[in-house]
């Protein structure tokens, strides 16, 4: 068990704090210094680092949860924090998936062509589902403190 719950663990921080550093640190550091064109290169080249950790991360998460919960004996014997951190894992993975291949997809595409309003929209779309899944995150991490 202990194995699973270290490769739980070690996915959310890769995740969670990956979202936490950029949503909270490098996007108004990056809103501040830099001009439109650099700071959405800037992003596209971050996601372009970050995402594939972020696959990485959601199949380790995923994996571990479902592995803990079938050595507990399935769903039906958990507590209400478990099938809550369940839950929203799995919309957080959904928010991921759209923001992978919608929105991230325009900003890669815009700044390719150097389209920065088109590139710029998709980045307000990117930060306000990051900002949703960094929040779902984070109470997920309190769930999982105060669930068993």
Same mark, same amino acid.
């Given at each position: 068990?202990?194995?699973?719950?270290?490769?739980?663990?070690?996915?959310?921080?890769?995740?969670?704090?990956?979202?936490?550093?950029?949503?909270?640190?490098?996007?108004?550091?990056?809103?501040?210094? *830099?001009?439109?064109?650099?700071? *959405?290169?800037?992003?596209?080249?971050?996601?372009?680092?970050?995402?594939?950790?972020?696959?990485?991360?959601?199949?380790?998460?995923?994996?571990?949860?479902?592995?803990?919960?079938?050595?507990?004996?399935?769903?039906?014997?958990?507590?209400?924090?478990?099938?809550?951190?369940?839950?929203?894992?799995?919309?957080?993975? *959904?928010?991921?998936?759209?923001?992978?291949?919608?929105?991230?997809?325009?900003?890669?595409?815009?700044?390719?062509?150097?389209?920065?309003?088109?590139?710029?929209?998709? *980045?307000?779309?990117?930060?306000?589902?990051?900002?949703?899944?960094?929040?779902?995150?984070?109470?997920?991490?309190?769930?999982?403190?105060?669930?068993?």
């Amino acid at each position: 068990m202990r194995f699973w719950i270290l490769l739980h663990l070690l996915g959310i921080v890769v995740w969670v704090g990956g979202m936490f550093f950029a949503y909270m640190a490098l996007r108004p550091v990056a809103a501040k210094l *830099l001009e439109p064109p650099q700071r *959405l290169q800037l992003w596209a080249g971050t996601f372009a680092k970050f995402f594939p950790w972020v696959w990485i991360a959601v199949a380790m998460i995923l994996i571990s949860g479902l592995a803990m919960i079938m050595r507990l004996g399935g769903f039906s014997g958990l507590s209400w924090p478990v099938h809550a951190m369940f839950l929203m894992g799995l919309v957080m993975i *959904l928010i991921f998936m759209h923001v992978f291949f919608a929105p991230y997809g325009r900003l890669k595409r815009s700044v390719a062509v150097q389209d920065w309003k088109a590139a710029g929209a998709a *980045l307000v779309q990117i930060r306000m589902m990051i900002g949703l899944n960094l929040s779902l995150g984070l109470i997920n991490v309190l769930l999982g403190v105060i669930g068993k």
